[in-house]
């Protein structure tokens, strides 16, 4: 089989080209969909029958979670590539994504609480979804402390990519959470097997923020993926011709 | 216009929620763009300091 490809990956200079070339692909249709997901979320869909207006908050609290999951499990992936074929750029991708997971943990924490005030009637209870949503963001600042600790950039590559690993186990207990235990939090209405038990006209905006904010997660990253292979490569040839340009 | 603001009653929730999500949306934007333009500084600074030692 071929590998060149996989190699390539490996490569700073080809990754920060590609990058570079790629974020706008990302970043447009993700500000179109964005605006777009919001609009219909907040304007065009119906209240609920049991919520009112108050349910407009998963327009920005789903997607959150979601962005939380999924870079998480990215930033594993990642750390693992570069743990197991010593491939400094995954370290760099997985270090690009713990801030934004982080940002969006923050987003997701405090959106559902601002929903659990009049819908629950607390903003925070010990549950085991919020729980474990509290520690998927200790994860995050401790995978990111790790790494300003540590001052020798392989030593801390290595450390905070054994810590990504471990953490992953969090990522199904958050997903599931609602099924294993009796959680106050209310089942998947969408991101589950079968039918959405969701009208058309509420589902379609939510979709459009669910791919907006991933498209937006992919351009964010690749602009601090750009930024931390810079960092690291700063002593090599080729930054010269970039930095020339 | 005034009913649409109110959010029939759940304003003080909806509100912050959606400012605050899109706060952070722009916000990551930003910090991102600014960490590439400071690499990229500090890059430029490097190479001139290694051309002046050069010549």
């Not at chain 1, 997607?63 to 999924?70: D, E, H, I, T």
């Not at chain 2, 304003?11 to 722009?26: C, D, K, M, R």
Request: proline letters at 5%; charged letters at 15%.
């Amino acid at each position: 089989m071929d590998f060149t490809w996989f190699h390539r990956f490996g490569s700073p200079p080809h990754v920060y080209r590609l990058a570079g070339m790629l974020t706008p692909w990302f970043a447009w249709p993700a500000l179109v969909l964005i605006v777009a997901g919001l609009y219909g979320g907040l304007v065009l869909a119906p209240p609920d029958y049991q919520q009112g207006d108050g349910f407009r908050i998963i327009y920005v609290h789903a997607p959150s979670a979601w962005l939380s999951l999924m870079i998480y499990s990215m930033m594993a992936t990642a750390a693992a590539v570069g743990l197991i074929w010593r491939m400094k750029v995954a370290h760099a991708a997985a270090a690009a994504c713990a801030p934004i997971g982080a940002w969006f943990t923050v987003a997701t924490l405090a959106t559902g609480m601002l929903w659990g005030k009049p819908m629950w009637g607390t903003y925070w209870a010990w549950d085991p979804r919020l729980t474990a949503e509290l520690v998927l963001l200790f994860l995050y600042l401790g995978y990111m402390g790790l790494r300003a600790a540590i001052e020798d950039p392989q030593r801390a590559d290595r450390a905070s990519a054994v810590l990504a690993i471990v953490g992953v186990i969090n990522v199904p207990i958050i997903r599931y959470s609602v099924e294993w235990w009796n959680s106050i939090h209310q089942a998947p209405s969408v991101m589950k097997m079968g039918k959405p038990s969701i009208t058309g006209d509420m589902l379609a905006p939510l979709l459009m923020m669910f791919l907006g904010f991933t498209l937006y997660f992919v351009a964010v990253m690749l602009v601090r993926l750009r930024a931390e292979v810079l960092r690291r490569e700063r002593t090599a040839r080729w930054v010269e011709e970039v930095v020339a340009t | 216009m005034n009913e649409f603001l109110s959010m029939g009653g759940y304003a003080e929730f909806v509100w912050p929620a959606v400012i605050l999500t899109v706060g952070i949306v722009v916000w990551n934007a930003f910090t991102a763009r600014r960490a590439h333009v400071a690499a990229l500084e500090e890059a430029r600074r490097r190479v001139a300091v290694r051309s002046t030692e050069a010549s």
